[in-house]
């Protein structure tokens, strides 16, 4: 596996600590720079990140991990982790979905406060952890919202729809631990849509084991977006996944049982995805568009 880490440096910056030729310029003053994790380059980033945060400024911004698998790899692997690449909006909830919220856990990262933007004063709500909360009723949607190119994609709360034609590829390969049901459109009749359905992993959730690393950003060690209670294990993934054996079901699709994320508005935490190496055959073989996969380990 090779893994590299894209980030977005200031091109000041990048001018100044990078080598030459080090990022690609994407416009407004930014660089891209993609950088293997295993290099110089790399370990040099994370002195300069560290630096930079204990003067209250940051050295990169946006940031993705990107690793690439040898078809051996791929082949040999025992689990998948996967992901839909698309996030879309509105959200369920603005559209009708209802939740119930009387078992969420009341935990508070970082409470409501008040800034001043050109002049104005704008109030920002509290960070949560609200693990718990039940989605009660049908996955309501803007049919014009949902994405019509892809076989699965996920809303900014992340609620997971996929095409018919996913469904119809799980149903005729046999693929168990996944239910579907029709998404519901945010009109008047509510009717359900004939091409797309909430996906909803079944019980029992994964254990993710401790090698499993997560955070706010990379080269980060707070410990902002912990839930003390285990409910979400940070803000970002930030390596590959590893679950325990003990935990493991024979589904083909599952889902973790702690978090990642958190409550922020209409965002939500949720929980990884995994599959078996049938589904991610089948998926491969039926070429459904939209699905991100890591292998994903098995500890003893």
């Known amino acids: 596996m090779r893994e590299l880490l894209e980030i977005r440096v200031r091109t000041a910056n990048a001018e100044r600590y990078l080598p030459p030729s080090a990022g690609v310029d994407v416009g407004y003053g930014i660089l891209k720079v993609v950088i293997p994790t295993d290099s110089e380059l790399f370990e040099e980033v994370g002195r300069l990140s560290r630096a930079f945060r204990s003067e209250g400024d940051y050295f990169f911004s946006g940031w993705q991990y990107h690793r690439k698998y040898s078809r051996q790899e791929l082949e040999d692997a025992e689990l998948f982790y996967f992901w839909p690449k698309r996030t879309f909006e509105p959200e369920g909830e603005a559209c009708g979905t209802i939740y119930d919220e009387s078992s969420a856990c009341k935990h508070v990262f970082s409470p409501e406060y008040e800034s001043v933007i050109c002049g104005h004063r704008v109030k920002h709500g509290a960070d949560t952890c609200s693990a718990g909360a039940r989605q009660i009723s049908p996955l309501f949607l803007r049919g014009r919202s949902i994405p019509r190119k892809v076989d699965i994609a996920r809303t900014i709360a992340g609620e997971i729809v996929v095409s018919a034609r996913a469904v119809a590829v799980f149903r005729e390969t046999g693929l168990i631990g996944g239910s579907f049901d029709p998404v519901r459109f945010a009109n008047r009749a509510g009717s359900p849509s004939q091409d797309h ?22 080269f980060s060690d707070e410990g902002h977006g912990q839930c003390p209670f285990g409910h979400i294990l940070g803000l970002n993934l930030l390596s590959e996944v590893t679950v325990t054996r003990a935990s493991l079901t024979d589904a083909d699709i599952m889902a973790t049982k702690q978090l990642v994320g958190v409550r922020r508005g209409v965002l939500r935490p949720r929980p990884l995805l995994l599959m078996s190496p049938r589904a991610w055959r089948a998926i491969q073989a039926a070429k459904l568009k939209g699905f991100g996969f890591e292998v994903a380990y098995i500890a003893p």
Not at 198 to 214: K, N, S, Y
Request: with cysteine; hydrophobic share 35%; glycine share 4%.
């Open 197 to 218: 359905f909430q996906l909803t992993v079944c019980e029992p959730f994964i254990e993710i084991d401790p090698a499993t690393r997560f955070g706010t950003k990379p």
